[in-house]
Each structure stands twice: as C-alpha cells, then as structure tokens.
C-alpha cells in the first residue's frame, strides 16, 4: 500500500496521559501535515513539516502539543497531558518534494480517532 | 480571513443529479478542491480547479466556479448510494499551501 499510512487508527487515553500518533507519507513525498477534525467540523490546520524542519505550525496549540519529522522514520504528533478536549481525528497528509501543495495536491490517510476518558 | 461555507446536509434520490455548493471569501483563491470523506476513512481529493477556469468535468462529476460570486459547485451526475459520503469544499489562498476546509456536507442517497 503506497498510500499515507497512520497509526494507530483509533487511541484511548486517560486524561493526563501522553498520546503518540504516527504518519508514514506516501512514497516519494517529504512534505507532511497535521489537521484535526472536531465532530461536525471541517478539517483545521495544524502544522506542517518537511523532514527534520517545522515549516509552519500556525495551527498548532501553544501548550501540551509538539510535532517532528525525523530523517528516518515516520512523523510524530505527540499531545502531552491530554484533555476531554483533545478528543478528535486526527489526519495526516502528504504532498510531494517539488512544487506548492497547489499544484501537488495532499493525500490523506484515514487518520487516528483520540478519545480520551 | 479566510472562510469556506457549505450547507451540512443534502438528500438525493439515487439516479438524479446532486448539486454540492460552496462559497468562499478570499478573492486570492487559486485552487479550489472537492474532497470526499467516507465513515472511518481519511479524505479523498475528487477534483480540483484552478482559479482561471470556470469549468472542470471529470466523468460523472462537473465542478463550477463562479470567481465574481466566489462560489464554487460540485455536480454528480447519476448519483448512487456508494457516493452517500461527506463533501468538503477546500479553497488554497494564492502564496499559501494549506487549504482552508468547509466544515463538509453530508449527502445522503436514498433509493
């Protein structure tokens, strides 16, 4: 499957736990992105990252929230101290090394549903 | 800012046309995207347009654009119960590259 793969698909955690969620893009592409999706949302921004940078994380909350793209391996987005609020999906997309996400459209995988207790 | 409005639900009988619509605010829009989302699944890019056209067909699927109005409109010809998903409408500002979501409507098919 060469598609942007995440995981794990759904996540269940404690409030005051640390949640780890997984995104491998596609094949061939170096640009990655975080949305969340609250229920009866679209999807909001979070950040955005090219292998070992953080180009933009406009959209990513100023506390308890962090993002990394390591040369090897896959991207992480990790949520500390977790609150009934973090509760969502949580979509990766990916795009390729070359060209604006405009004209290189993203491709997303079918996300990680964080429910927190 | 940037805004992208949708109607949340739309009915249809299947085998009749369906008519999704959209509407933005930012006049520097350059590619406008219809994405469809399945129960579970992450989002698929259907189509996308770019600012200098009006019209894009793709088989069953018609996108219009109306860039005066900043309205944008996705047609599914002959609609059947496998296209009964969520639609969301994403616009990309020009010298951005994040598109900005609609909140999605909810096409329901039913025979």
């Known amino acids: 499957n060469a598609g942007v793969m995440q995981n794990p698909r759904h996540l269940v955690r404690r409030r005051g736990q640390e949640a780890r969620l997984r995104c491998s893009p596609m094949?061939?592409?170096?640009?990655v992105y975080w949305y969340r999706q609250l229920p009866e949302e679209g999807l909001k921004f979070m950040v955005y990252?090219?292998?070992?940078?953080?180009?933009?994380e406009s959209g990513m909350p100023k506390e308890r929230f962090s993002a990394e793209f390591p040369k090897e391996g896959p991207s992480i987005l990790r949520i500390q101290q977790v609150v009934r609020g973090d509760s969502a999906a949580y979509f990766c997309?990916?795009?390729?090394?070359?060209?604006?996400?405009?004209?290189?459209?993203?491709?997303f995988g079918d996300g990680t549903r964080l429910s927190i207790l | 800012g940037e805004d992208v409005e949708q109607s949340l639900f739309l009915s249809v009988r299947e085998g009749d046309s369906s008519v999704i619509n959209c509407t933005y605010t930012?006049?520097?829009?350059?590619?406008l995207y219809w994405y469809k989302q399945e129960p579970g699944a992450g989002l698929q890019l259907l189509t996308y347009?770019?600012?200098?056209?009006d019209m894009k067909q793709d088989q069953r699927l018609t996108v219009l654009l109306n860039k005066k109005d900043k309205h944008l409109s996705l047609r599914i010809a002959d609609t059947q119960t496998g296209d009964s998903a969520i639609y969301f409408c994403?616009?990309?500002?020009?010298?951005?590259?994040?598109?900005?979501f609609g909140r999605g409507t909810s096409l329901i098919v039913h025979p």
């Open positions: 994403a616009e990309e500002a020009g010298g951005s590259y994040i598109p900005t």
């Open positions: 997309a990916s795009s390729p090394e070359f060209g604006r996400a405009g004209n290189q459209p993203q491709h």
């Open positions: 930012d006049s520097s829009s350059t590619y």
């Open positions: 094949k061939g592409h170096s640009h």
């Open positions: 990252l090219q292998k070992e940078n953080i180009i933009d």
């Open positions: 347009i770019f600012s200098n056209m």
